[in-house]
Each structure stands twice: as structure tokens, then as C-alpha cells.
């Protein structure tokens, strides 16, 4: 309790440029500790590339866990048509997915980091212009009625600068484990690529293949049947 009475105190010192910077600062550590958290758990327990050939030889379905390599070869397992040109194509959808979730909330996180040291400038702007309007009014002789434009303009950007030096370093790193993956994901994608068009197809893969072929002989007869009708009506009509 004793914390919350000082924090608030030191809230209301800053004014009410201090709502919005607090604001800033819980947004900012959220996705913070959130995208190290996600960023981590890519990389602890994943599985190997040579695991990643060997289920795509053996045509497994499932697939555990949840590092990087994991997520991507089990959405691509799920939509592996037996077509290795549109497997390909494939690969590349489930690779921009990932790519896409490795660098989400970087952005927001960057914003949010210059953000914090220009809302502090401004508290600082405001409080001067407050101890400025004092001064205009009582002199320099007060120095009580200048100690709240004063107590503004330090603690405003104190707060900032608070906020915005640990966040420009967690995103630094968050943007080096990113960029990383980024690059284990191209890698991958490059090697699974030619064991795709390698292997051979897979007792599932060849039971998509029929009914994408069955699908398409029956399309194929039903454009055969509608046209001799068209053909036929047309003659009869001329």
C-alpha cells in the first residue's frame, strides 16, 4: 500500500501528461514481455532440420511441438497436396505466416519507445510555461508557487526517459532474436524446398492426388454434357 500512495503522489507531481505516458509504459511492457515470451518459446524446444527431412520423407501428419520449425512444417504437413509445384507454393504461404507472426507488435513497440520521450519533452514544455506564467505574475520571490511548474517539468521527463532507455533496449534485442529467426525460417524453407521436389509422394499424397483427378474428370463431364445440348439447340433454332 505504501508503494501505491507514492506512485500516485509521484502521478500527480507530473500532472496530466502522466496519464498518458502511464498509458504508453503499460502498452509498451505488455507487448514487451509478450513477444519475449513468444520469441523464446520459437527457439526452446524445436525440433531439428534433419527430424523436419525425416517427417517429410516418412509423410507424417502430426507433429510436436511448438518451436519455429515445428509450427511451420505441421501447417504445411496439414495443407501438402502431393502436387510437389503447388506444395512449393505451399511452402512459401505457411513460410510468410510465420515470417508475418515473428514480426508482430515490433512496430507498435517502436512507436511506443519514441513516443515516451517526446510526451516527457512536452510535460517538460508545460511545466515551464507554467513556471513562466508564476514568475509573470509573483516575481521570483515565490518560491513555492514556481515549485509545481518545476516539479512538472523534472518529473515528466524523468518518467520519460524511465520508460523510453529500457524500452529501446528490449526492443534491440527484440529485434535481433527476430531478425534471427527470420533468418533460420528463409534457410529452412530453402531446404525443405528441395526435399519437396525429391520426394516421392506419400500413400495420403496419392489418395489427394485421385480425387483432385476424380474432381476433375467429373468437372470435365459435365462441361462435355452441356455442350452437345447448346450445340444441339443452336442448330435447331438456325
Not at 171 to 178: A, N, P
Not at 216 to 226: K, Q
Amino acid at each position: 500500500m505504501e508503494v501505491l500512495r507514492r506512485t500516485i503522489e509521484y502521478l500527480q507531481q507530473g500532472g496530466w501528461i502522466m496519464v498518458p505516458l502511464a498509458a504508453a509504459s503499460l502498452v509498451l511492457w505488455t507487448l514487451i514481455l509478450e513477444r519475449l515470451s513468444f520469441l523464446r518459446g520459437l527457439r526452446c524446444g524445436d525440433i531439428t532440420i534433419d527430424e523436419v527431412i525425416a517427417l517429410l520423407r516418412r509423410g507424417a501428419v502430426c507433429v510436436e511441438g511448438d518451436g519455429l520449425r515445428a509450427r511451420l512444417i505441421r501447417n504445411f504437413l496439414a495443407r501438402r497436396s502431393g502436387f510437389p509445384q503447388l506444395d512449393l507454393d505451399i511452402l512459401r504461404q505457411c513460410a510468410m505466416r510465420e515470417r508475418s507472426e515473428l514480426g508482430r507488435s515490433l512496430a507498435v513497440i517502436g512507436i511506443l519507445v519514441s513516443v515516451a520521450p517526446l510526451l516527457g519533452l512536452l510535460g517538460t514544455v508545460l511545466g515551464m510555461i507554467e513556471t513562466f506564467q508564476v514568475i509573470s505574475l509573483f516575481g521570483t520571490g515565490n518560491a513555492n508557487a514556481m515549485a509545481g511548474g518545476i516539479s512538472v517539468a523534472l518529473i515528466t521527463t524523468e518518467a520519460g526517459l524511465l520508460v523510453a532507455v529500457p524500452g529501446l533496449l528490449l526492443s534491440g534485442v527484440l529485434l535481433q532474436r527476430s531478425s534471427r529467426l527470420t533468418t533460420q525460417l528463409e534457410e529452412d524453407v530453402m531446404i525443405i524446398s528441395r526435399v519437396v521436389r525429391r520426394s516421392p509422394s506419400t500413400p495420403t499424397d496419392r489418395r489427394r492426388s485421385r480425387n483432385a483427378c476424380v474432381d476433375e474428370r467429373e468437372e470435365g463431364l459435365l462441361i462435355g454434357e452441356i455442350t452437345p445440348v447448346g450445340v444441339y439447340i443452336e442448330s435447331e433454332a438456325s
